[in-house]
């Protein structure tokens, strides 16, 4: 069976490594999916860690996600697609990476696209990603 190559965004990261006995720590355990992040989203998650103790949570959990490179430089959203200038890299990291979920818990700017496939990657919360995949 394939596993899931799941591209998390820098809320997941931060989240995940915010509380101890975060829920989203369920990423994790999943056998069944790749985690997957960028650079980007990985400096942004850890801009926003203020404690020590939770950078060193970060670190850890960074061990098991796959850093993607920076393939979207150049890229153009897909037409129809208009999201705020500091997400664009998030979405197009995502595409060139050819993940097949965005899980982000950003329903600001993603959550218009929740439920939808945008150039082949489906754009989900944690939550419908855990009861529809689990």
């Not at 069944?32 to 950078?55: C, F, G, P, T």
């Not at 208009?82 to 990476?97: F, G, M, N, V």
């Not at 945008?118 to 990603?129: A, E, N, T």
Request: aromatic fraction near 10%.
């Amino acid at each position: 069976m394939d596993k899931d190559l799941l591209f998390l965004d820098a809320n997941i990261l931060f989240s995940a490594a915010y509380r101890e006995h975060s829920g989203l720590l369920r990423f994790w355990d999943l056998d069944s999916v790749k985690l997957i992040s960028s650079l980007y989203a990985i400096e942004e998650a850890i801009r926003n860690l203020d404690q020590l103790q939770q950078k060193g949570r970060l670190e850890k959990l960074l061990k098991k996600v796959e850093e993607t490179g920076c393939f979207h430089e150049g890229l153009d959203l897909p037409e129809g697609i208009t999201i705020r200038e500091k997400d664009k890299p998030i979405l197009l990291a995502a595409i060139s990476a050819q993940a097949d979920f965005l899980i982000t818990g950003d329903v600001r700017d993603f959550g218009k696209f929740y439920g939808q496939k945008i150039s082949g990657v489906m754009v989900l919360p944690p939550s419908d990603y855990f009861n529809s995949h689990l």
